[in-house]
């Protein structure tokens, strides 16, 4: 059975609510992509791969891009008590959910992550940064300390838009590079923050699952592994050598072995090998980023088993990127 761990739905009350709240270009995207909202439409590419099924997560926006205080935290109950309703009714669609975190409330947004853990959810999904604040401010802290606590992983969604600009010259980022190359960038900055700030020391048992194979970590290492053992070299204004030292571990081992990673290439084959020998085997979980691709749901699904099925490598280790490591980290049965 292949589970698809990363994949994103919007239950309905909160599609109403999204619809109705004037973020930009989210009424056009979601118009052109009905099974992102319309759960018999989402069957029906479910139903197409045999041996296959998905759990759903929200994708964007942030909450946090939408709303604050109350209406945060009503934003994030409406998406979870969603999830839990539809899997609650099509378990073998919809195995499980990820719980949609609010960092941008952080008292409320802490009980409603392990409200929602408690109702089901397999994790709590967050993004890179919360509203343009990186992750390892303390107070994000207690976040992370929760998380390891209950013992659940955290799902790291890359999150940038326009308003990151591509030089300091200008304003907005231009043709989506925002998106295409941002995104990637984007998700490997947000791990070496973890890194970096000690957090990733303080909670060893954290459980982190970053999406589309860690972005352009994979394709660095070089510069992650030789290149950042040298750390303070090129830096003359503050002490990064003592950073470094701090540090339980070299940089690179943190990247390749204390994150998990998912196969979301977005088509790609050389993505997919790079990710493969990047991280250990026991920290890659399928996925494959349904339904954001120019066939409105079936590309990036097809895709990724096609390439994935195409990879030779022992059955059992297959099955543990199908579902097995998933299973595993989440503590939770998902096939039958």
Not at 119 to 146: H, R, S
Not at 201 to 208: A, E
Not at 210 to 236: C, Y
Request: aromatic share 12%; glycine share 8%; proline share 6%.
């Amino acid at each position: 059975m292949r589970i698809d761990a990363y994949t994103h739905f919007i239950p309905q009350k909160f599609f109403d609510a999204l619809v109705d709240s004037g973020y930009p270009n989210i009424g056009k995207r979601m118009r052109e992509i009905p099974c992102i909202h319309d759960l018999d439409a989402r069957k029906k590419v479910v139903d197409m791969f045999p041996d296959y099924a998905q759990i759903i997560s929200h994708g964007m926006p942030p909450l946090e891009a939408l709303a604050k205080g109350d209406q945060l935290i009503q934003y994030a109950r409406a998406i979870n008590d969603g999830f839990a309703d539809i899997c609650a009714r099509d378990r073998d669609h919809f195995p499980g959910w990820v719980a949609q975190g609010a960092l941008g409330a952080p008292d409320v947004g802490l009980a409603e992550s392990e409200r929602a853990i408690k109702n089901g959810a397999l994790g709590v999904q967050i993004y890179t940064n919360v509203a343009g604040e990186p992750l390892d401010l303390p107070k994000f802290e207690p976040f992370f300390a929760l998380m390891e606590k209950l013992d659940k992983p955290i799902w790291l969604h890359p999150a940038r838009n326009a308003s990151f600009s591509d030089y300091a010259s200008e304003k907005t980022s231009k043709y989506e590079i925002w998106w295409a190359f941002g995104w990637s960038y984007e998700t490997a900055a947000a791990m070496a923050r973890l890194v970096f700030s000690g957090i990733m020391d303080k909670y060893p048992k954290l459980k982190i699952i970053t999406h589309h194979f860690g972005g352009i970590v994979p394709m660095l290492e070089g510069r992650i592994g030789p290149g950042w053992d040298q750390l303070g070299a090129r830096t003359s204004d503050e002490d990064l050598g003592a950073v470094r030292k701090r540090l339980k571990k070299r940089p690179l081992d943190y990247f390749k072995h204390d994150f998990y990673a998912d196969t979301a290439t977005f088509t790609a084959e050389p993505a997919m090998h790079a990710g493969l020998a990047f991280y250990d085997l026991d920290k890659i979980v399928f996925a494959s980023d349904c339904p954001f691709d120019p066939e409105k749901g079936t590309m990036y699904t097809r895709e990724t088993l096609r390439i994935l099925e195409g990879i030779d490598m022992p059955k059992a280790d297959k099955e543990k990127i199908w579902h097995g490591n998933l299973e595993r980290i989440t503590g939770t049965k998902l096939v039958k």
